[in-house]
């Protein structure tokens, strides 16, 4: 799989549970070199790691085998490799599945697995471990299809390993090619959430120049990368949404922090990345630099919490404060009589409510009371029996917006990191045979790049104007762990001489007051117009915890674009 000017790599897939039909769509709607598809998240690894201990033979994302049912023999046909990290905790049964898939439907397939990220071994004896993998890079991967795989399916690597190691097998790339890693790198981190990439989730869906494009169905993107490591980002014809510079900025500072973004093949320069609209839908990233990747590698924990409950309180009309603090006393007198209250209890109250409303929803506020405890009867029993009883004895107008539960297990993530060397990393190639990925020759810590100079402060004439942030810029946000990110893009750039001076860290939390207590980092990237903010401990435990309203952080970027503060005039 070494040559050819460009290389066309396809994603299929951003999150298990993502459209069904893109991996047809994508091999049908026009030509393709390879279609990766990306099935694993932090809170994916709890849910297959849930799925292993009712039966040891499961642990991948069963959903990939429903797809390649009806659409490998198209791929064969077709001509296109099939690189996807749906093995999950178990990539050799995915494999194993694939094969049976294939003789059933009657089709000849290549199928190799990358192993080696499962570390349970290692970090198993830990209470409550449920996972342990380690982000492995994209060696396995171009291993396996150097050795003639059509069907490549891995555990844990890294998003953009999964493109990376296609690009380095078909250009016979070497470990220390590091700007031409990176620039594929960056090309997999903008494929690796699929149509956020191409107007979904994406801050001016609405606006004027935005607005004429089709985003009931965006098109899945495509990347075309060169021998040099840069890419034109695009769609297949007739494919809804559009891929612009916007798009892909906001895709870039997704789930990213600063201007090096490392990874287990290379450490990326964010900071280098030039993007050019190239046409309609296409977006060329050049520029990109490469450093060699640090000496150690992320390993990501997931361990059964404990258990969780949650209430909702519907509070209507008149005297929202006082019923709540109705509500709150009871119940907390409740957990005072059972001698038994949970061991986390959290309130919030959301003033939802709109005076003289002609709908009862829009009169209405909710009070959301969340609990957590090692004893499933203290979240289940206690409370759901506490908040039953106040059914008619309580605030006028009481109900609640669902019948309470007994109360579910919750997961918690955590982040370690282990000597590369440490880890293995194995390729098994079609005939069986095992490969050992070495790890990188060459490290380089990860050390933080001192803040760029900034650009001229904008020169205006003085007159202010109270409105929205996000009337002058973009914003995309996610979580990490118990980490919130938060990029933050200027359309224009009289808008980031203003931008890049107003918003600070300490002017984030001003207008996320969530977040005044918390530890708030600021990296400036000058040529994406960008700051990008790391938000450490918004998220709690991480996602599987539940531990706020938006537990991944999805719509904090869009919050911020909500808050007013005086705006220049000029810009407006």
């Keep these: 799989m070494t040559g050819g000017d460009v290389l066309r790599v ?3 897939s951003g999150f298990y549970g993502d459209r069904f039909d893109a991996v047809r769509d994508m091999l049908t709607g026009g030509p393709l070199d390879v279609l990766t598809g990306d099935y694993l998240a932090e809170l994916t690894m709890l849910i297959l790691g849930r799925d292993r201990l009712k039966d040891p033979a499961r642990g991948y994302a069963k959903t990939f085998l429903r797809q390649l049912e009806e659409s490998l023999g198209l791929a064969v046909e077709r001509g296109v490799r099939i690189v996807a990290n749906a093995g999950g905790l178990n990539p050799a049964g995915l494999a194993d599945a694939v094969r049976e898939l294939a003789a059933r439907v009657g089709v000849a397939v290549r199928v190799a697995h990358v192993e080696g990220d499962d570390l349970l071994p290692r970090y198993g004896g830990r209470e409550g471990v449920l996972t342990a993998n380690a982000y492995l890079g994209g060696g396995g991967i171009a291993a396996c299809l150097r050795a003639g795989a059509d069907v490549v399916v891995t555990g844990r690597v890294t998003d953009a390993a999964l493109v990376s190691g296609a690009a380095a097998a078909h250009f016979g790339w070497v470990p220390t090619d590091h700007d031409r890693l990176a620039g594929a790198v960056v090309a997999g981190h903008v494929l690796e959430c699929g149509t956020q990439a191409t107007g979904g989730n994406y801050s001016f869906f609405a606006a004027r120049d935005f607005a004429a494009h089709d985003l009931r169905r965006p098109g899945f993107p495509l990347a075309e990368i060169a021998a040099d490591g840069t890419s034109v980002i695009t769609k297949h014809p007739g ?11 906001a895709q870039l500072l997704y789930e990213t922090a600063g201007a090096r973004y490392p990874g287990p093949d290379v450490t990326a320069r964010l900071d280098t990345v030039r993007l050019t609209q190239d046409g309609p839908d296409r977006v060329r990233i050049d520029g990109v630099r490469g450093e060699a990747p640090p000496p150690t590698l992320k390993v990501g924990l997931t361990r059964l919490g404990g258990w969780r409950n949650a209430v909702t309180f519907v509070l209507t009309g008149l005297d929202i404060e006082a019923k709540a603090a109705l509500v709150r006393t009871q119940m907390e007198a409740a957990f005072d009589a059972a001698k038994r209250r949970p061991a986390t209890v959290d309130w919030t109250l959301a003033r939802t409510d709109h005076a003289d409303a002609a709908v009862e929803e829009e009169a209405s506020a909710l009070l959301r009371l969340v609990v957590r405890d090692a004893d499933q009867d203290a979240v289940g029993r206690v409370v759901s029996g506490a908040a039953v009883e106040l059914a008619l004895g309580s605030i006028p107008g009481f109900h609640v917006t669902a019948p309470p539960g007994k109360g579910d297990p919750y997961g918690v993530f955590e982040a370690e990191f282990a000597d590369a060397a440490d880890v293995p990393h194995t390729a098994v190639l079609p005939d069986g045979s095992r490969v ?5 020759t060459e490290t380089r810590e990860l050390t933080p ?6 650009p001229e402060p904008l020169a205006h004439d003085g007159r202010l104007r109270r409105a929205p942030l996000g009337l002058v810029a973009g914003a995309r946000s996610g979580d990490k762990g118990g980490s919130a990110n938060v990029g933050v893009w200027a359309r224009t750039d009289a808008a980031w001489r203003w931008l890049a001076h107003e918003l600070t860290a300490d002017r984030l939390r001003e207008l996320l007051p969530e977040t005044a207590e918390l530890p708030v980092t600021r990296h400036v990237l000058p040529r994406l117009r960008s700051l990008n903010f790391v938000i450490d401990g918004l998220l709690g435990a991480g996602v599987a915890a539940q531990a706020r309203f938006d537990p991944q952080a999805k719509a904090v970027g869009e919050w911020l674009r909500a808050r007013h503060l005086d ?5 407006l």
Aim: proline residues 17%.
């Design 436 to 440: 050992d990925v070495p790890p990188p």
């Design 449 to 454: 790049l001192a803040e760029p100079a900034l």
């Design 239 to 249: 494919t809804g949404g559009a891929v612009t510079t916007g798009t892909v900025t």
């Design 10 to 12: 396809g994603n299929a």
């Design 567 to 571: 705006i220049p005039e000029v810009l």
